[in-house]
């Protein structure tokens, strides 16, 4: 990406904000982070306020806008992620997945850039093939309490390829899995800080129905190595991202125990409707045509993570 000008839709979220990181140290021209921090926060690249050609904007993209300037790539990050964001913002999430993205698209069409979306394992919903490769079409419920998340990606995968097949716009889609790493919100309510948060507090681990349901956990900075190795491809297929180290929830609470060193017991609480029993990513697809495969133990992350929110603990940030 060196020379390039990049605009990162969603760039103050979790993931968005290590992408900007990423494009500014791989010498990228301009990043211009457009977002309106319904879920993410201008805090989380603050830290990048000052470096040459970074740029952050306050805007819903769900409303029409423009850049001013060259643009050469389009990530599209923005949307509402974690399953208690999507449920208290539905609607939201199903206007920035349809009309975001029809933004972002018409964008790259006006700047002749290349288009990437990021989407996600959810569009296998509750997966009938394991490991999940990207021929499988998925088993999802379109009227569930998911849906407003799993359709609008879906919506935004079909949107994409059509701008790639009728209006020649060059176009990637990513199959993001699973991942974890410092900035993710602590009380956003995906399993990952809901952990270490409780493991930092000595508190119980709420582990939902019986915890044989199984994820697979990408450290951040292996998903950002996948984005930026898509973009500079020419797969217009969708290529799943994530690592394929399985376990249980009763295994993770167990590693991040260890990581931790802290945690008690496991509490039961009621299984969320139609949560995934399953999930791993067949990556074939990313190794033969990417180069791409994790290379970030989930010790290792899980120690970079715990340690972030430690260091950020007392700074207005509880655990
Ligand atoms: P996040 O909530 O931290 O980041 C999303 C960002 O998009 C936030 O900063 C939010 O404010 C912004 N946003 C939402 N709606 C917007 C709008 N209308 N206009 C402008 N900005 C808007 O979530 P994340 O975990 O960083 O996820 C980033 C992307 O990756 C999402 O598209 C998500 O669906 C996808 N994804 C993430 C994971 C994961 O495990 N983190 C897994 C699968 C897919
Ligand atoms: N989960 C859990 N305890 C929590 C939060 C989540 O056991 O406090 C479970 C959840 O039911 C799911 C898995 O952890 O089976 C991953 O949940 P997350 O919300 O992180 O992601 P997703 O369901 O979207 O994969």
């Known amino acids: 990406m060196k020379g390039q000008r990049v605009v990162v839709l969603g760039g103050a ?20 982070a457009v977002d309106n921090y319904i879920t993410g926060a201008e805090a989380n690249v603050a ?39 999507y449920a208290k913002l539905p609607l939201e999430t199903m206007r920035v997945g349809s009309l975001g993205t029809e933004n972002g698209l018409k964008l790259a069409q006006a700047k002749g850039a290349v288009f990437l979306q990021a989407s996600t394992s959810e569009v296998y919903g509750d997966p009938h093939v394991h ?16 849906a407003c998340y799993d359709e609008a990606k879906r919506y935004a995968e079909a949107l994409t390829m059509v ?30 800080p809901a952990f270490v948060g409780q493991a930092l ?8 129905g019986e915890g044989t349901q199984t994820r697979s956990f990408c450290y951040v900075r292996d998903l950002v190595d996948g984005l930026i190795r898509l973009a500079l ?14 376990m249980t929830m009763l295994e993770f609470a ?3 125990r260890a990581a931790a060193g802290g945690g008690g017991r496991i509490v039961h609480k009621p299984l969320p409707k139609d949560d995934p029993k399953q999930r791993r990513p067949d990556i074939t697809r990313a ?33």
Request: aromatic share 10%; glycine share 12%; hydrophobic share 35%.
């Open 254 to 256: 167990e590693a991040v």
């Open 201 to 208: 507090r000595g508190e119980d681990f709420t582990v939902f």
């Open 287 to 319: 190794r033969q045509l990417l180069g791409w495969e994790p290379r970030v133990p989930l010790e290792e992350g899980l120690r970079e993570t715990i340690a972030w929110f430690r260091s950020v603990a007392g700074k207005g940030f509880t655990p």
């Open 233 to 246: 491809s020419d797969v217009i297929e969708p290529v799943n991202i994530g690592n394929p180290r399985e």
């Open 47 to 85: 830290h990048l306020r000052g470096r040459a050609g970074f740029e952050v904007v306050k805007q819903d993209i769900t409303e029409g806008f423009s850049v001013d300037g060259p643009v050469h790539y389009v990530f599209n990050m923005a949307s509402p992620a974690s399953p208690i964001d």
């Open 13 to 32: 979220g979790f993931v968005g904000s290590h992408l900007c990181e990423r494009l500014l140290d791989d010498g990228a021209s301009g990043v211009v």
């Open 131 to 146: 490991p999940q490769r990207e021929e499988y079409w998925g088993n999802v419920n379109p009227i569930g309490p998911r």
């Open 163 to 192: 701008y790639a097949r009728s209006y020649g716009v060059q176009t990637r889609i990513v199959r993001i899995f699973n991942t974890y790493g410092p900035r993710m919100r602590l009380n956003d309510g995906r399993v990952v």
